[in-house]
């Protein structure tokens, strides 16, 4: 049986598949899971980019699995299935390399979570976009109250997320929801255009750049300002003195 959540590395393209057909590719506890060490393998890889997508033709990710979550205590719903989500929907927001989302029918409630941590969407032409959690009595948690307002505005999130709007290819791509629209069927075959887009440029610039982009919307400024500072001491020859200090059991001396 193949894995619900799938990652295979090819020419520098890392393709992470949620594979849940037979449930429209509703995320459970063992899938949200399984998407943090996903991410690890990417940035431990040549990956230069990475295109998400779900497996079939129907559905791009249809939330959260309603039997999954409908079981938790509420002990358990906030202290696992929100922040475990959030752990792992962080990691793909935050993910070192340019990540391309295929949204290849329902990208509903965790679906648009989901989609909303690209940095680019592709949209199939028969794709539906929205959140339906309120008329299900559960709350868009998994950033789709944060990331998603951060990402695509908090108009439009109220609109579906408060009024049930749901939007078609067309109507996303007016909204500014997706960023590309494509014929059914074609959603890989246009990311990976996109993806040889990227691998053209520099992929340190382009790493540092998304940190960037990604501080300056409030999606990671602490771990950024550190990360670029401490990539700046690190490659001090400061630090060669403070270590050498350090082993010789002698005062560093620093441009003195
Ligand atoms: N969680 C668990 N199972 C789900 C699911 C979800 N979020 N979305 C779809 N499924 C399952 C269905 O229960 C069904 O399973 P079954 O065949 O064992 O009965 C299967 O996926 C196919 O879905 P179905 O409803 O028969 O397809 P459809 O084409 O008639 O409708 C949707 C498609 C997307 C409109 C409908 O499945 C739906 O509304 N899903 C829930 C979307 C949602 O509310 N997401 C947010 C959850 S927090």
Sequence with gaps: MSEPV?????EGVAWLTISRPDKLNALDGEMVDAIVPAC???????????????????SFCAGGDIDAWSN??????????????HAAFDALAR???????VLNGHTLGG?????????????E???RIGQPETGLGIIPGWSGTQRAVRRFGPQLVRRMAL??????????????????????????????????????????????TKMLINAAEGE??????????GAVAAASDELQEGLSAFRERRPARFGQ
């Design 6 to 10: 799938r990652l295979k590395i090819v």
């Design 40 to 58: 690890r393998e990417i940035e431990r890889s040549a990956a230069k980019v990475a295109i998400l997508t779900g497996e079939g033709e129907r």
């Design 72 to 85: 938790a205590s509420p002990e358990a719903f906030g202290r696992h299935w929100v922040r475990d989500g």
């Design 95 to 101: 993910l070192a390399v340019p990540l391309i989302a």
């Design 111 to 123: 679906g648009l979570e989901l989609a909303a941590c690209a940095d680019l969407r592709i949209a």
């Design 125 to 127: 032409a028969h794709v």
């Design 163 to 208: 009024f049930g709007h749901v939007y078609g290819a067309e109507e996303a791509l007016a909204l500014g929801l997706v960023d590309q629209v494509v014929a059914t069927g074609e959603g890989r075959a246009a990311a990976e255009i996109a993806a040889a887009g990227v691998m053209k440029r520099s992929a340190r610039a382009t790493e540092l």
């Design 220 to 229: 990671e400024s602490e771990r950024v300002v550190e990360a670029l500072a």
